[in-house]
């Protein structure tokens, strides 16, 4: 059976795990295996064998890399072997030190028509159909809980996986004209990548009903879009940058008290840190 990950978060606390670790931990590695019997390595073997296309990504000296989801001829749809690239990406900015931001976007202008409807029909069955669904769940889970601030950046078409893709990033920026839209209604599926249960923190449930049940284009008004100002450019350094994703992180996903101890922790990690000290020594009037 599958359970939230959410279980494990709250299995682990009740060993004694103290939170700020627990949510390093999460952050890395496979979100379902140590507690659900989902084999990773035979999952990537199966989608190896649905080719095509590449997840791409370019790590800057700026702390901002650009993920980019690229099948042009099928409108950026996501084979078998783009979603195992996909995982190997998410697990190389786990291990990138210097990282503070993330953009995630499509190519040749349009952003990502959800599943290869090759590979969907050639593994209709729900035993694999399962499978793939956990895969995209850990990858896009551990995408979303990257200590780096991610926007999707959508041009053209966001479509059905392709709108999942978008909610696990922290905002998504919409060009004018483009859409992004929950078509799984319309090919007789709901959400499988973890994009439903995104939605819901997202934009509430309501706003998720009609979203998904009228398989509605994405209005702005909605709150979906959104406007992310100026972190990409100057700013604070890296660091400070991780320990805001970390504290919204654990706001986000962990119950008030516990959420409250790590936002203690990370608070320590910055306080007198040297960015700290150097805003002081800034604020000579107040010296
Ligand atoms: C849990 C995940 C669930 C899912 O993601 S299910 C998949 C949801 N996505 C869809 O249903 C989108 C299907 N595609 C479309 O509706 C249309 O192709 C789309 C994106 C609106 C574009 O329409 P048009 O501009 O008229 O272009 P077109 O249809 O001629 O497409 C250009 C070429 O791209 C291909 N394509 C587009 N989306 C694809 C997909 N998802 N899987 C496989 N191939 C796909 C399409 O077949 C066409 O190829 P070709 O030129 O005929 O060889």
Redesign the pocket.
Known sequence: MITSDVSFVHANHLNGYPMLRLLQRQSRGCVYSSVHSFNQQEVREKLQAFPGGSVDLLKQESGIAVLTINNP???N??TGSMMVDLEERVSQLEGWADGKGLIVQGAAGTFC??????A?RAISNPQDGMKM?IF?QDALTRLLRLPLISVALVEG?A????A?LTTACDFRLMASGSVIQF??K??G?V???GGAARLVRIVGSQDALKLLGGALKVDPEVGLADWTGRWTSGGPPDRVIRAVKKVVLSGRELPLSEALRTEKDVFGTVWGAPANLRALASKSKHK
């Open positions: 001829s099928r409108m749809a996501f028509s959800g599943s290869d409807l090759n969907v669904c995209m078409r479509l059905g996986g392709g999942e078509v799984h319309h090919m599926l959400p499988g990548w």
